[in-house]
């Protein structure tokens, strides 16, 4: 298997791939290609047809897009979705509300490791991503996080789906209330999360259009 990602710094899609495939316990070649700089749209057009990262390579089969990935993954390995229907069904949907919603916290707080932009980036509509993925977190941790402390109790592909906005609210100084932030301080905590943020650490590029705050 073979997972094409972008900039560790910069790159939240690929994280929730990276995540899921490392939590899922899969062995994977990592090919990784800083994103926007000549030849990059080459590169990862090579091999994944929607020309975005993440895609996933597995004996020649592409898989592109974050959750088709997460999914493929999880056929292969059905404990990264919760075992009871309902859970399942709330970690799915909490998921796609990740997939394809929170535009406003992610165009003012993009993904930047590496920064520290506490205070930036809190428009009105953003304040309202932030109180919604709190009172999500709040309420997958109260109605399924007992056996454990990720939002559906094990590590799930929900808890993938939020790794990027819980790097963002490290970078941007967003402390979420209740039983929100000592979620956010076991994601922060995880072995494969804090690797990752070490080698965003590591990268050389920049990319200015990220870059939002100085
Ligand atoms: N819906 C896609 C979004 C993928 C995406 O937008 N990836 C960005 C990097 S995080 C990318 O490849 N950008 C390169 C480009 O647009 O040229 C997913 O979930 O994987």
């Known amino acids: 298997m073979k997972l094409i990602i972008g900039n560790k710094n910069y790159s939240s899609w690929s994280l929730r791939a990276w995540l899921t495939a490392r939590e899922g316990g899969f062995t994977f ?3 990784r290609i800083p994103l926007f700089i ?8 090579a091999h994944s047809p929607s020309a975005k990262v993440p895609c996933l390579i597995d004996h020649g089969l592409a898989v592109w897009d974050s959750m088709a990935i997460n999914e493929y993954l999880a056929e292969q390995n059905p404990a990264l979705w919760p075992a009871d229907r309902a859970a399942r069904a709330v970690a799915r949907a909490v998921s796609a509300e990740m ?3 929170f535009v406003p916290l992610r165009s003012k707080m993009p993904m930047n490791i590496r920064k520290d932009y506490a205070g930036h980036g809190r428009s009105p509509e ?3 991503d ?13 109605r399924f996080g007992a056996a454990g402390p990720y939002l ?17 609210f490290a970078t941007y100084g967003v402390k979420p209330e209740g039983q929100a932030g000592a979620y956010l301080a076991t994601m922060l905590a995880n072995p494969h999360m804090k690797a990752w943020a ?3 650490r590591q990268e050389s590029e920049t990319l200015p259009s990220e870059d939002l705050y100085g």
Do not use: K, Q
Not at 38 to 45: N, Q, T, V, Y
Not at 130 to 142: E, G, K, V
């Open 29 to 31: 070649e990592e090919i």
């Open 38 to 45: 000549p030849g990059s749209r080459e590169r990862i057009l």
């Open 99 to 101: 997939h394809s919603g």
């Open 126 to 128: 953003v304040e309202a």
């Open 130 to 142: 932030i109180a919604r993925i709190t009172a999500l977190w709040n309420d997958c941790r109260s």
């Open 152 to 168: 559906f109790g094990a590590f799930s592909i929900a808890d993938a789906m939020y790794a990027p906005i819980c790097f963002r």
């Open 198 to 200: 070490e080698a965003a």
